[in-house]
């Protein structure tokens, strides 16, 4: 009896993977699957999909602007303070990251950091981002300041339950935002690195 239930495969109940699974790997296999739902980190949304229909929800139905990302090569963005979150999506792979940002007070108006949106936070492969904030050029040489941050991506299937402040992150200072009042940006730049090993 024991051989039969080990032998026995069963498909993956999340929709799109249509794996079959040994009966006694299946509970190991869900926690990891890409295509188990990750929930919405937008406050008061219940929303749960996988990370492409989480992607498109996000986008969609929130207003979250999508920039794809080349795995080893620097993306620019231009992000307001007000609302820091963007959506990285790797065309390579179907990976989305989302840029995530608050602030902590102490005069330093912004945090960012960066968070991959997947189940299996241990699984291969991770993720390294190299995130700086450049600000504006100084009247006085034309040099500007640069502040930057090397952070091992976390992954997780609930990005909007973890806190900036939980995660590496870097801390913009008032002098490199640009812009005034409530309409301020600062100017990042986010290299994100596929670490399989």
Excluded at 118 to 147: C, E, F, M, Q
Excluded at 168 to 187: E, H, I, Q
């Amino acid at each position: 009896m024991e051989a039969v239930v080990s032998s026995a495969r069963v498909e993956c109940p999340h929709d799109g993977c249509g794996r079959y699974i040994t009966y006694h790997k299946l509970e190991d296999h869900q926690s990891a699957c890409p295509h188990a739902a990750c929930r919405c980190p937008v406050p008061g949304c219940d929303f749960a999909g996988p990370p492409p229909a989480l992607l498109h929800h996000l986008n969609t139905l929130h207003s979250v602007p999508v920039h794809s990302v080349q795995y080893g090569k620097v993306l620019q963005l231009q992000v307001p303070v007000s609302e820091p979150r963007r959506l990285l999506f790797a065309e390579k792979d179907g990976r989305a990251f989302l840029v995530v940002g608050g602030t902590l007070g102490l005069g330093a108006p912004i945090a960012v950091s960066v968070v991959c949106i997947r189940t299996g936070a241990s699984s291969l492969p991770h993720y390294a981002a190299k995130v700086w904030a450049k600000g504006p050029p100084a009247a006085a040489n034309g040099r500007a300041d640069i502040v930057r941050a090397d952070i091992e991506v976390t992954s997780s299937k609930e990005p909007g339950a973890i806190a900036v402040e939980d995660l590496t992150f870097l801390t913009v200072p008032s002098k490199l935002l640009g812009g005034a009042g409530p309409s301020r940006t600062v100017s990042l730049h986010i290299r994100i690195d596929k670490i399989t090993s």
